[in-house]
């Protein structure tokens, strides 16, 4: 346990080293001044707007964080051979792959938590500028803390993504598993669509295919709920619930494969 | 006790894209390395000796076989905190600075606080990195850094060390260094088990080598047996010997070979089987004056290459 | 080496429980996203025409299936009151991008047409995507030919249907039959008897198969419409009827005292209303 809390730090000082924090700067910098441009060009619907980018920018630069790093999370030691003094210490094999996992896992709840502080200070400032009755026709305040919950599974679905990223990274390298992490990615994100085309394929097989891949797959579309707070929708509870558990059942299976493939390998 | 022992330790790499086969890296090592001794594993490029190593630190698992590390198996993790391994080139993570690489080490072990820091800044001082521990080793020269890796291998104060070619990146002052070190080592009671293909540096440091090659253990013991078998004669220098005195001698047959060192001193070489007393007299009764008399052993290079060939052919 | 085996059972575990969890999913419906309307982030295709750079033809593939999942996905959906609010806009993002998509015109005004549920019934925007594609291809006969057919079938407007007849059978490539169906229309537009030839020059001359079984659909919903006209006649007569009857795709009619429907679950059904009980 010690050992896995030592490498997930060493993982969290690496991102910091490697100037990945410097992707809050690029968050702010793009809210701030898109939030500046609107002000110009259109008249009340800047907080919407704002909200969709805001947590459209935190779930995307979240995912670039969490497949690039990823990916290099193991693949990087082995290639680079940190890896043979690394296991040669009193370290199990899946401690540091579960360090390695939990130190991104740290590092994108920083980078989460900072763009979160950075989008609703947006947020507040943009309040100011509107007359209270103005205010009073939004579905939802400027700072509608109900917005964490999209931020919240937002966070798990990064941590699943992290998780995807980090598997292929024990057994592949950084092309082939940013490939295959982001595609997965995109047919997660297409999952109901998957269910629908049974009904649109004619053979049979094929709709068998679909229907097993939907149940497979990540379900990463399940995560979306940013349309809902923004608009100010109910997301009944049960829902996020099921949602979170559904993550981190995966993500436990994900790193338990991980481990899996790790303990064979040979450092050649 | 014996610091590592293995039992017919074999590793099969698969080889080739397409229709991969077996190569055999290392084939039914049986070795036997006793505790507090320096001992030296030997053989060329390609012999094994890397793969045999990371069998023991369990980066690669064995095909067949066993290995015990200080009468524990190889995989149990207990054990690596008395085991220090220095891998061949090493590398570590350039974003860190040498004192907090050996720092994160040190925390695998245990070590926290003052006593982590105190830990990491003693061994940087024992392998020669001064002030600039505090780059990022980024910036570090191979032999920098190969000093790093030495200092990692030592922030446990094992009981046994495994270094693979731990002379490799290093200027001769740097060698000689690490030498003492081993040395150091050894007189603290710790086991010295290094992979080398110098053979110099085992003739210096070692009690007891093994020589690998293609895959399989040529020959193990003591350096000292190994070699006092090979006596090959005896080396004679002798001043004031006069030409006369030469022929008379190599008449006899007594003398393989006369080098003139310079004005009239000679080095003779004696086969083994003229007992360098009787020669001796025989000059010195006209008129030479001894000037050194020593075995002439055969080198391990000799040894070496003797073997190695040996395998080949 | 125990301890790999409970790995391998935790596996195990873990991935029937992302199974079931995706099962437990299922059955709540999906994420919410599914129920509030679906979003159409650009709807200006001068916008979107920009934004996609050089990927325009691509991206016209994408929304091309956008718009198909749209339209299957709504049909297939049990929501009583469905919409098909975004299909408009996607096929005219799609043809925006790519202009000679010539099935996204054909096939989309087919979708357009098609009455609730089925579709989203608005003929008009039918008729406004199909002139689109004939300002891009004022050549091509087919896109007056559709326009046509839109006035015939759904605006029962027989005298422009015969017009747009006549304008297609003068473009070149134009089939022969083109100009007597102008004439037939004009002459007896709303008969069964001109609706059938409409459909079997469709059927015999479609080059897609779904076009095809289209038309071939029509023209069983026509002999189904005979049919009934028939049963209900006999039964005003007072006659047994010789068994249960049942219509071309072999779904028994439902005869309720003196009148006969179709099954609704037949796939001929709704039949098209309006002027066809006149013979």
Known sequence: MRALVIVAVNVFREAVRDRVLYILVAFAVLLISVSFLLGQLTAGQDVKIIKDLGLAAIATFGLLIAVFIGIGLVWKEVERKSIYSLLSKPIRRYEFILG?????????????????????????????????PMRAAWPAPATDPGMLLAIALIFVELLLVTAIALFFSTFSGPFLSAALTLGLWVIGSFNADLRNFEAVLQSPAAGWIARGLYYVLPNFAAFDVKAQVVHALPVPPAYVLTTAVYGVVYIALLLTASVLVFDRRDFK | MSAIRTEALTKHFSVGFWRRRPYVALDALTLDVPDGEVFGFLGPNGAGKTTTLKLLMQLIHPTSGRAEILGRPAGDVGVRRRVGY??????????????????????????????????????????GIGAERRFQLRKFSKGMIQRVGIAQALVNEPDLVVFDEPMSGLDPVGRREIREMILRLRDRGCTVFFSSHVLSDA?????????????????????????????????????????????????????????????????????????????????????????????VRETLEDFFMRQVAAVKR | MSGRRWL?????????????????????????????????????????????????????????????QHYGGTKLSNDPDK????????????????????????????????????????????????????DTQPENWRFAQAIGFVHYWWLMDYPT???????????????????????????????????????????RTAEEDWFRNEAQRRLMQLDAMDQIDFLTAELRRGRALPGTPVDPTGVPYRIDGGTVSLDPRSRLSPLPTGPYTLQ
Not at chain 1, 108 to 123: G, K, R, S
Not at chain 2, 90 to 118: K, M, N, Q, V, W
Not at chain 3, 173 to 195: E, F, I, K, M
């Open chain 3, 83 to 134: 919409r098909y609010d975004l299909l408009f806009p996607l096929l005219d993002l799609t043809t925006s991008l790519d202009p000679r998509m010539t099935v996204a015109y054909l096939f989309g005004a087919v979708f357009l047409a098609e009455p609730h549920p089925g579709g989203p019934g608005r003929p008009d925007q039918a008729i406004r995507l199909l002139e689109k594609g004939l």
């Open chain 2, 203 to 295: 003739e210096a440091l070692c009690n007891r080598v093994a020589i690998l090659a293609g895959g399989r253990l040529v020959t193990s013991g003591s350096l000292a047996d190994m070699l006092a078998f090979q006596l090959r004669g005896w080396e004679l220098v002798v001043t004031g010997l006069t030409t006369e005195a030469l022929e008379h001698a190599r008449g006899l047959g007594r003398i393989t070979k006369a080098t003139l060192l310079g004005g009239d001193r000679y080095a003779l070489e004696l086969p083994l089987s003229t007992p360098p007393d009787r020669i001796l007299a025989d000059l010195t009764a006209h008129g030479a004056q001894l000037g050194s008399l020593n075995p």
């Open chain 2, 86 to 127: 220095l891998p061949e080139h090493p590398y570590f993570y350039d974003y860190l600075t040498a004192e907090e690489l050996l720092e994160y080490f040190a925390a695998l072990f245990g070590y926290a606080g003052a006593e982590r820091r105190r830990r990491a800044s003693s061994l940087l001082d024992e392998v």
């Open chain 1, 100 to 132: 390695k996992y939990a130190g991104l896992a740290l590092t994108l709840f920083v980078n989460v938590a900072v763009m979160t502080l950075a989008f609703y200070a947006v947020l507040a400032f943009l309040n100011t500028r509107f007359p209270a």
């Open chain 3, 8 to 68: 391998f059972v935790l596996l195990a575990l873990l991935g029937g429980g992302v199974i079931g969890l995706q099962a437990v999913h299922d059955r709540a419906g999906g994420p919410p996203a599914a129920q509030t309307p679906a979003m159409l982030y650009v709807r200006s295709p001068e916008a979107m025409k920009r934004l996609a750079l050089s990927y325009d033809q691509l991206l016209a593939d994408v929304y091309w299936i956008r718009t198909v």
């Open chain 3, 161 to 203: 249907a015969a017009d747009w007849f006549t304008r297609a059978a003068a473009l070149p490539d134009a089939p022969s039959w083109l100009t007597p169906l102008a004439a037939v229309t004009l002459a007896q537009g709303g008969r069964r008897d001109s609706s059938r030839r409409l459909w079997e020059e469709f059927a």
